[in-house]
């Protein structure tokens, strides 16, 4: 990115691991919870570098930033979870520069989802900008990046019938119990965690199942009972969470801890357990699938049950891809203006002070010299100069550097990046 002055020395790069070679157990590993996001941060800030995002979803964890080298971002993501070097360097990804910009548009838009058109990836992406911005990590790069997936992503949304169908893990979790499970409306349901996806999956339960059987339990009651509310739902204590097990039908946990919050000695039954695990890492620890009567269902099982419903949301993918091309060549031209800002910038200023010592001279040499008219033709005339320039650079990108050359040889320029 030096060629577009956006940082001197340093390139743009997309690094990380995600479903598509990373396996739950793995990307658990790989994940960043909160708090592992600020220290991120922090880190980043402490070894010197000035612009940077994180996420961290339930099928991947990536850092787009600026660096001389991408094995400081990577750094970053290993140590700050409990994911090693030697791991990502077997199932991890860099991509650089163009690329790197290509691939966050493919991820803010839901074309790289492990459930295609899924666009609760776009939240993410608006959250850790506004993190990253709290910590002065940010540009307008940055910036002007995000904002046009942003546009990119409602322009899909709203263009196209890519996200028909199961298009999230909370709609796909839903839509597995209401094919797998008879008579749903009856079975008791008990949701353990309310974050994100938990709220979602609540609502969609809400929505498609009409049971009024549902219970609600999370670590911090208040965040449930908030969800419970809306619904009209049942909050139990966190101390109450064995005895509810015990007379469930249907377990959904999405705690969001970075440890099994569910274990074998948690479930003491004999009837029927179906639990499904929509956390990243797994919130059920593997073994609950020994028991008798239990089935566990794991998220990428649950993406995967979803394909039924790819074939026609593929019909949708061409004009997903064009919308996605066309703001992301408006970004690339914008970015090319950087390349030669500098050097109009410069322009500007030297004509403005040819300009001032003409005025000046003119001043000194002339009885009534009118010198307020005379800034104002010359400041227009200067004005349309650079606007000419401008436009020629613009319109003849593949030639740009020789232009830009001649212009500073020309007019002798010192820019400064």
Same mark, same amino acid.
């Given at each position: 990115?030096?060629?577009? =002055? ?19 157990? #793995? ?22 570098? +000035? ?33 090693? @070097?030697? +791991? ?9 520069? =163009? ?7 493919? @991820? ?49 949304? =709203? ?17 597995? *119990? ?28 809400? /929505? ?16 449930? %009972? /908030? ?12 101390? %109450? ?20 919050? @569910? ?20 919130? @059920?620890?593997?073994? !609950?699938?020994?028991?008798?009567? !239990? ?10 049950? #979803? ?21 992301? #060549? ?34 000194? /040499? ?5 010198? %307020?008219?005379?800034? *104002? ?13 401008? =436009? ?9 550097? +020789? ?10 320029? +010192?820019?400064?990046?």
């Amino acid at each position: 990115m030096e060629a577009y =002055n956006i940082a001197r020395g340093k390139s743009f790069y997309a690094v990380g691991i995600s479903y598509k070679k990373a396996d739950a157990e #793995t990307r658990g590993r790989f994940s960043l919870d909160t708090v592992g996001k600020e220290r991120l941060l922090v880190q980043a800030k402490d070894e010197g570098l +000035e612009s940077l995002l994180v996420i961290s979803t339930c099928n991947r964890t990536e850092v787009y930033g600026f660096a001389q080298h991408p094995f400081q971002l990577i750094k970053l993501i290993c140590d700050n979870s409990n994911g090693t @070097v030697e +791991e990502f360097q077997q199932v991890g990804y860099v991509c650089k520069n =163009n690329d790197a910009i290509a691939h966050v548009f493919r @991820v803010g838009t839901g074309l790289d989802s492990q459930i295609l058109g899924d666009f609760e990836i776009i939240s993410q992406l608006k959250q850790s900008f506004a993190a990253s911005k709290k910590m002065e990590l940010t540009d307008h790069f940055l910036e002007r990046l995000c904002n046009s997936v942003i546009q990119a992503s409602k322009r899909i949304k =709203n263009e196209t019938d890519i996200s028909s169908g199961a298009t999230s893990v909370s709609f796909a979790s839903v839509q597995y *119990i209401m094919n797998e499970v008879e008579n749903i409306s009856d079975k008791n349901i008990l949701l353990f965690g309310t974050g994100k996806i938990g709220r979602n999956t609540c609502e969609n339960l809400v /929505k498609h199942t009409k049971n009024e059987h549902i219970t609600l339990i999370n670590r911090t009651k208040d965040k449930a %009972e /908030k969800i419970a509310g809306k619904f009209n739902l049942i909050v139990k204590d966190y101390c %109450e969470l064995q005895a509810e097990i015990l007379n469930t039908d249907i377990l959904i946990v999405s705690t969001g801890a970075q440890h099994p919050t @569910v274990s074998k000695d948690l479930i003491h039954r004999t009837k029927p357990l179906l639990i499904l695990d929509l956390s990243i890492p797994k919130n @059920v620890a593997n073994d !609950v699938s020994e028991l008798d009567n !239990v089935t566990l269902v794991h998220l990428d099982h649950l993406s995967q049950m #979803t394909d039924q419903t790819l074939e026609r949301r593929k019909a949708h993918i061409p004009k997903a891809e064009q919308i996605n091309e066309e703001v992301k #060549t408006e970004f690339i031209q914008w970015l090319q203006t950087r390349k030669f800002a500098p050097t109009i910038k410069a322009l500007k200023k030297k004509l403005k002070s040819l300009k001032d010592a003409e005025i000046d001279f003119q001043r000194r /040499k002339i009885e009534d010299f009118n010198e %307020e008219q005379a800034t *104002i033709i010359s400041e227009r005339i200067i004005q349309k100069i650079t606007t000419h320039f401008a =436009n020629h650079l613009k319109d003849n990108s593949n030639t740009s550097d +020789e232009s830009i050359d001649l212009i500073q040889k020309v007019f002798q320029l +010192e820019t400064k990046a």
